[in-house]
């Protein structure tokens, strides 16, 4: 039933282009609603077994090439599915006010979302690399037409970087299916690569993927990215296209070359204690709203990379709930920049928005933007507290010292986060307090509703983190380069 | 052997060549009449079609002058398509005085490429290669109208025949040292072991005219000035048709008839022989068509440095060699031309509609025509090598082939190169697609020598006319067609495969 989550979003889009424009983004937010509503099902589902990657389709494509169109499921995947419709159902809609050329934007959309469920489901080498190079040329054209800030040259980097790290892929993913002789990720997860092989070919594919997820100092194409990108954009990139590569990279570079991996595990901890500490540092400096949420993303995903380079269950579990954790919040706190604050104000320079009393303007914007910093400093009870404590828990047994190192790390978090959240909504004129707070159109009910289903998913997976980790963990453990 | 039974197995070849008369004579007869000259064109094409499918399935006149075989008649199949999409092109150029002469000149063409396709023989490919090349250069110079269109012709004949002779020369070579222009003959006599001077001389000469004819660098000079310059059909016929054919041949030269000089292209263990003479010239077609590709305003002279960097991509299959690399090729040099024809009939579209094919004449396409910007996304990102499009497909399928092959994945150089042309290669489709789709059009940007003629054509844009209606269902066949082969690959991957021995 899973695959239907590819289907339903894929045939959303095709209709979406040949129906007239009124009703494009409620047949989007349809779409996107049966896609999440159909990972929810299978999540209640308690027959399922998560713990393996069980094949769910299996279809013969390319005979010729062993090729197979073939799906599994297990319990990462599911994770992603589920924010994945999460981040879909809130960016359309955040995009409710797209009016030009809108079923065009609502296409390029969907295909990212139908694409990114294509690659967490897929069992297939050949059909994951295909799913995961279809969501490069949708977020060229939603970022090109319907961003903002410089959004071609945001646009061109991004796509440039991705189609990068996706050629390092390919190269990849050739060796392993020459050497491997089978492009089937439960067949290859047998197969004994040679030592040689593993030492080169995992770096490339590794790096590949990486790209993607923001790995330092290939991270520059995220923050520039996201603040070209429309609100919708910002939200998918951080709420999905970013858990792309760190999927790919758990799936495919360290599942297939655990070798490989263990050769190069620590140079990957190094890489990504300095992106924590990097990106966090930079976003302390930022003039521009979202450029600090842009770097806070990097930040964060600094931690996934962390919780992979950890190798035990811990920090790989605590990996894949911060992938499920900062979708979440990375898509929340654009949602507040881009949407409720850029477009009543015009502005996202914190300088700007300081003098404009947005506390009492846009109560609601205030409170969302309180909850999401929340989550983002890690404060205890929302997802990001739960996630990043399970990665620093994991990397504590394999690398204390990262652990000091990132604990510094997030205090310029709490530090950054803390700044901007003055600075743009509580940052009040004492001499002018009297003064009534400006006029803004107040905050519509698709945002209010969008903002909602983020708050709470990250604080139910914040109080009852259980509720994912028990579906992840057994994942994770079958893994082999735990083993 | 009787001539009845020549020309049974002749009859695709005879097919063609009476069809160019037919509309020869219907082109002479009326003005009216004129109109018939694609249809009659159309028809006889697709009864050679029929044609092919009848012939036995092997069968080896005069040591090799036509043999049919499997690849052989795929690939007549192929070319005749190919000839066949180009026709509607023809019958929509307006600066085409002629159109019974152009089209009798590009069947003509089309029973070249059928001769190049079908025979394993050195004499009878160089016929076929000549009578390809002298239809290609009055294609290239047809526009009378146009001085670029006699320079394209000019230049492409000046390479051409220079090309040629060195290629007749290198045959020359080659049937001393072997003493028989027969492939299969060739490849048994040629002694195995380190390549004789001699045997060089004669292999790198040969391989000059092909790598002319599939404008591989150092050999592409002609390639931008005769897409830019030649009518729209004339240049597409020239990147599609003419270049499958020859891709077709190469391989069968080297595969067979120079299978003992094969050398080594691997990075740890060159060797002497054809393949590192292809393998260098794969590097500078793929690094010096995607660089001098970044750097074109020119929509057609884009195409033909990305059709240098495609040559090169498509040589990494027959370096690979085996049956593997050569379907490889066969799948990926198919699929070009298919989606190369689809380019140049939107270009040949918006040319006449707007009165140029620059860059900014595509300016706001997607606004314009919303249709035709579909197409030319799906033919350029299957160029760049995205999913779900056929060139994603196509170059997964080669690059692994070149990867295996060799000792110890020897080609990772090639593969690798390949793969950060790609990379490169993105960014100036995107650069394509940008303008189209998000580039507002404005008056002021047009050049001012078009703009009057421009504007006046433009003012009726969305008014299809019917010559251009034939070029709008051609664009869509061949875009779904793209499409098609990318998701289900299977449907030619399978047959190349299959007809390979």
């Not at chain 1, 937010?29 to 998560?50: E, K, P, R, S, Y």
């Not at chain 1, 073939?70 to 924010?83: F, N, Y």
């Not at chain 2, 090639?414 to 580039?439: E, N």
Request: hydrophobic share 60%; net charge positive; with cysteine.
């Amino acid at each position: 039933m899973i695959a239907w989550t590819i289907y339903v979003t894929f045939a959303g889009a095709i209709v979406l282009l040949v129906l007239p424009r009124v009703f494009a983004r409620w047949l989007a937010l349809v779409t996107a609603i049966a896609g999440f509503a159909i990972g929810v099902a299978t999540f209640c589902q308690h027959d399922v077994d998560l713990a393996h990657f069980r094949t769910v389709v299996r279809v013969p494509w390319v005979p010729a090439l062993g090729m197979n169109y073939h799906l599994a499921l297990d319990g990462i995947s599911l994770t992603l599915v589920l924010v994945t419709g999460i981040a879909a159902i809130s960016a359309v809609l955040f995009s409710w006010d797209v009016t030009d050329r809108a079923n065009e934007f609502f296409f390029w959309l969907l295909l990212v979302v139908g694409g990114s469920y294509g690659v967490f489901l897929s069992a297939d080498l050949f059909l994951l690399f295909l799913f995961y190079e279809l969501v490069i040329v949708p977020k060229y054209f939603l970022i090109a037409i319907f961003g903002s800030t410089n959004k071609e040259y945001g646009a061109m980097k991004l796509t440039l970087y991705s189609f990068f790290g996706g050629a390092l892929v390919f190269l990849g993913i050739i060796a392993i299916y020459v050497t491997g002789g089978s492009l089937d990720l439960n067949q290859l997860a047998q197969f004994q690569f040679t030592p040689q092989l593993q030492s080169w070919a995992f770096p490339i594919l590794f790096l590949g993927f990486a790209v993607l997820a923001g790995i330092w100092p290939l991270h520059t194409w995220a923050p520039t990215g996201h603040v070209a990108a429309p609100t919708a954009g910002s939200m998918l990139l951080a709420g999905i296209v970013m858990k792309l590569g760190a999927y790919g990279a758990l799936r495919v570079a360290m599942n297939l070359f655990p070798q490989g991996f263990q050769m190069w595990r620590t140079t990957i901890a190094v890489l990504a204690v300095v992106g924590i500490v990097y990106a966090a540092a930079v976003a302390l400096r930022q003039r521009d709203l979202k450029f600090v949420i842009g770097y806070s993303s990097v930040s964060h995903m600094g931690f996934v990379l962390l919780g992979f380079a950890t190798a035990n269950v811990f920090g790989v579990s605590g990996a894949v709930l911060q992938m499920f954790s900062h979708g979440v919040i990375g898509a929340l706190l654009f949602a507040v920049a881009g949407r409720m604050i850029y477009r009543r104000t015009r502005t996202r320079e914190l300088d700007a928005l300081s003098g404009m009393n947005l506390s009492r303007a846009l109560p609601f914007a205030a409170f969302t933007f309180v909850v999401a910093s929340a989550a983002s400093m890690g404060i205890p009870g929302f997802s990001g507290f739960a996630a990043e404590i399970t990665i620093l828990i994991g990397a504590w047994k394999s690398y204390p010292l990262a652990v000091w190192i990132t604990g510094a790390g997030m205090v310029l978090v709490a530090a950054f986060t803390l700044r901007a959240l003055k600075r743009s909504f509580f940052d009040v004129d004492l001499a002018n307090t009297a003064a009534a707070p400006p006029e803004m159109e107040p905050i519509t009910i698709p945002e209010k509703l969008g903002a909602g289903l983020l708050m709470f998913a990250t604080l139910a997976v914040g109080l009852y983190p259980k509720l994912l980790l028990d579906r992840i963990q057994p994942a994770v453990e079958a893994m082999r380069f735990l083993k | 052997m009787s001539y009845l039974e020549l020309l049974k197995l002749a009859a695709p070849e005879a097919i063609v060549v009476v069809t160019a008369l037919a509309v020869l004579t219907v082109g002479l007869t009326s003005t009216r009449a004129k109109a018939l000259c694609p249809i009659v064109a159309a028809i006889g094409t697709a009864v050679a079609i029929g044609a092919v499918l009848m012939l036995p399935s092997h069968a080896n006149l005069f040591g090799g002058m036509l043999v049919i075989s499997p690849l052989n008649s795929l690939f007549k199949i192929i070319c005749l398509v190919l000839a066949l999409v180009t026709v509607p092109l023809a019958s929509s150029e307006k600066s085409l005085r002629n159109p019974g002469e152009y089209i009798a000149v590009l069947l003509l063409g089309a029973v070249g490429l059928m001769l190049l396709v079908g025979s394993e023989e050195f004499l009878m490919i160089f016929i076929g290669l000549e009578l390809l090349g002298l239809s290609l250069y009055v294609m290239a110079a047809f526009d009378k109208s146009d001085v670029r269109s006699a320079e394209a012709g000019l230049k492409y004949f000046l390479f051409g025949s220079t090309a040629s002779a060195f290629t007749l020369f290198g045959i020359s070579f080659v049937y001393g040292m072997a003493g028989t222009t027969a492939l299969a003959a060739i490849g048994q006599k040629l002694a195995a072991g380190p390549v004789q001077p001699l045997l060089a001389v004669g292999i790198v000469m040969t391989l000059i005219g092909f790598a002319f004819k599939i404008a591989a660098a150092p050999f592409h000079l002609w390639a931008p000035d005769a897409y830019q310059g030649a009518p729209i059909p004339s240049a597409a016929f020239i990147a599609s048709g003419s270049k499958v054919a020859s891709f077709v041949v190469l391989g069968k030269i080297v595969l067979v008839g120079f299978a003992p000089a094969r050398g080594s292209a691997d990075w740890h263990a060159m060797l002497a022989g054809w393949s590192p003479v292809l393998a260098v010239l794969a590097a500078l077609s793929i690094l010096l068509g995607n660089f001098v590709a970044l750097a074109q305003a020119n929509v057609r002279r884009l195409l033909a440095y990305s059709a240098v960097a495609h040559g090169g991509y498509t040589l990494l299959g027959i370096i690979a060699g085996g049956r593997d690399g050569f379907s490889a090729t066969l799948f990926y040099t198919s699929i070009y031309a298919v989606t190369l024809v689809g380019a140049f009939a939107v270009v040949g579209v918006v040319r006449r509609e707007s009165g140029g094919d620059d860059l900014q004449n595509f300016a706001g396409l997607a606004a314009r025509s919303p249709f035709l910007a579909a197409s030319m996304s799906i033919f350029l990102l299957s160029l760049a090598g995205l999913p779900p499009l056929a060139g994603f497909f196509g170059k997964f399928y080669l690059f692994s082939a070149a990867f295996r092959a060799g000792g110890n994945h020897g080609l990772l150089w090639l593969v690798a190169l390949a793969l950060f042309g790609s990379f490169v290669s993105l960014y100036y489709y995107l650069i394509v697609l940008k303008v189209i789709f998000v580039d507002q059009r404005s008056s002021s940007t047009l050049q001012p020598g078009q703009s009057n003629a421009g504007a006046a054509r433009t003012s009726d844009f969305n008014v299809s006319t019917s010559l251009d209606l034939f070029s709008r269902i051609t664009v869509t066949l061949l875009a779904a067609a793209v499409l098609f082969l990318g998701l289900m690959p299977q449907t030619l991957a399978a047959r190349i495969l299959a007809s390979l021995p």
